[in-house]
C-alpha cells in the first residue's frame, strides 16, 4: 500500500525520482514516466549514469560528463537547481527545468538524493527560435534522430567514459541495401515517411540505454553498450533479420527492404572518427559480399 507520500508525489506534474549512495534509481514517479517515456519498470536499479534520460546543457554539452550535478550532490551535500534538456524514450529532446537536493539518514551521512523535475513546455512558451536552432544542429530533420553531429558528440562521451571506467561498447553501422530503388519508385514525402519509420522501428528494437541515429541519407548507427566479442554478432545479426522479415507500410502497400551493416567493439586509443571508419569498412564488406549481411571482421 502507498504512504500518504507516495499518493502525494504521484499525483504531481512534477516528474521525481530518488537514487541511493550508488546513483541506483530507487523510486520513479508517474510524472517522471509522463515526462520521459520511460515506465518505472524499464529504469529501477538502474543507475542514472547509464545514459537514460542523456541530460545535456542548454548548448548542448553533456553534463554527466561536464558536470554530474547528481554526482556532485552526492559527493558534497550541494543543492542544485538547473535547465537542461533530457532525451525522451522516442529520441527527442525535453527541455526541463530541475531541482537536485540531497538526501540524509538519522546519522547525518549523505545517502542518496531526489531529482525533481518539470516539463517546461508543458507550462510556459520557451524560446522557439533556439530550440529550432538546438533540433537541427543536433537532430535530423527526418527521422528525428540524433544526426551525425550528434552522433559524433556523443562517442567521444562513450570513448571518454571506456578511458575512465572501461565500459566496453559497440556501434553498428547499417545501410538499406538498394536504396536507390526506394529512389527511383516513390516521391520525395513517401521516401522521407519509409525513412522515419526504419529510424523508429530501429529505435525500439534496441535497449532504453542504447542510442540509434542518422548517419547520413541511408545509413543509420546504432550505439550499444555492454556489448562484449561474445554479443556483438548476436545482436547485429538478430537485428537484421528483424529488419529483413518486416517490411514497412506504406498507404496501402508495404516495402520490403534488407540492411547491411558492419560492426565493432571500442578499442583502446579510438578516436570517434576511428571507430566509425572502422565501422564503415566493415559495412561496405558486407555490401561487397551481396548485402543482408553483418560483418564484424574482414575475411582474408
Same mark, same amino acid.
Given at each position: ?11 504531481? /506534474? ?29 529504469? =529501477?536499479?538502474?543507475?542514472?549514469? &547509464? ?10 554539452? @553533456? ?16 543543492? !542544485? ?20 537536493? @540531497? =538526501?540524509?539518514?538519522?546519522?547525518? #551521512? ?10 517546461? #513546455? ?9 530550440? #529550432?536552432?538546438?533540433?537541427?544542429? /543536433? ?13 559524433? =558528440? ?11 571506467? &572501461? ?7 547499417? #545501410?538499406?541495401?538498394? /536504396? ?5 519508385? !516513390? ?33 543509420? =548507427? ?12 548476436? %545482436? ?10 518486416? @517490411?514497412?507500410?506504406?498507404? %496501402? ?18 578516436? @570517434? ?20 549481411? %553483418? ?6
Amino acid at each position: 500500500m502507498k504512504s500518504n507520500y507516495q499518493t502525494l508525489l504521484e499525483n504531481l /506534474f512534477e516528474g521525481v525520482y530518488y537514487v541511493d549512495n550508488k546513483k541506483k534509481i530507487k523510486y520513479w514517479s508517474s510524472g517522471a514516466e509522463l515526462i520521459t517515456g520511460y515506465l518505472s519498470s524499464e529504469v =529501477m536499479g538502474k543507475t542514472c549514469s &547509464q545514459d537514460i534520460l542523456a541530460h545535456t546543457s542548454l548548448d548542448g554539452d @553533456p553534463l554527466c560528463l561536464t558536470g554530474c550535478l547528481m554526482r556532485n550532490t552526492l559527493a558534497t551535500g550541494s543543492f !542544485y537547481k538547473a535547465e537542461a534538456f533530457l532525451r525522451h524514450k522516442d529520441g527527442h529532446n525535453v527541455h526541463i527545468s530541475l531541482r537536485i537536493t @540531497p =538526501m540524509y539518514n538519522s546519522k547525518g #551521512e549523505i545517502v542518496g538524493a531526489t531529482h525533481i523535475f518539470t516539463n517546461n #513546455e508543458a507550462f510556459f512558451t520557451i524560446d522557439t527560435e533556439e530550440t #529550432e536552432k538546438h533540433q537541427k544542429t /543536433f537532430y535530423d530533420i527526418v527521422t528525428k534522430l540524433p544526426n551525425q553531429h550528434n552522433l559524433k =558528440m556523443i562517442l567521444k562521451a562513450k570513448i571518454e567514459e571506456y578511458a575512465r571506467y &572501461q565500459w566496453s561498447f559497440a556501434i553498428y553501422l547499417l #545501410e538499406i541495401d538498394n /536504396f536507390e530503388k526506394i529512389e527511383a519508385s !516513390y516521391n520525395e514525402e513517401t521516401r522521407n515517411s519509409i525513412l522515419s519509420k526504419i529510424g523508429s522501428s530501429l529505435q525500439n528494437e534496441i535497449r532504453p540505454f542504447d542510442i540509434v541515429g542518422r548517419w547520413s541519407e541511408n545509413q543509420f =548507427m546504432a550505439i550499444l553498450v555492454k556489448v562484449d566479442d561474445d554479443k556483438i554478432e548476436l %545482436l547485429g545479426k538478430r537485428l537484421l533479420k528483424k529488419f529483413a522479415k518486416t @517490411p514497412i507500410q506504406v498507404g %496501402l502497400g508495404e516495402v520490403k527492404f534488407t540492411l547491411s551493416a558492419g560492426a565493432t567493439l571500442i578499442q583502446p586509443e579510438d578516436t @570517434p572518427d576511428d571507430i566509425a571508419k572502422r565501422a564503415e569498412r566493415l559495412k561496405n564488406y558486407s555490401l561487397g559480399k551481396g548485402g543482408n549481411r %553483418l560483418s564484424i571482421k574482414i575475411e582474408k
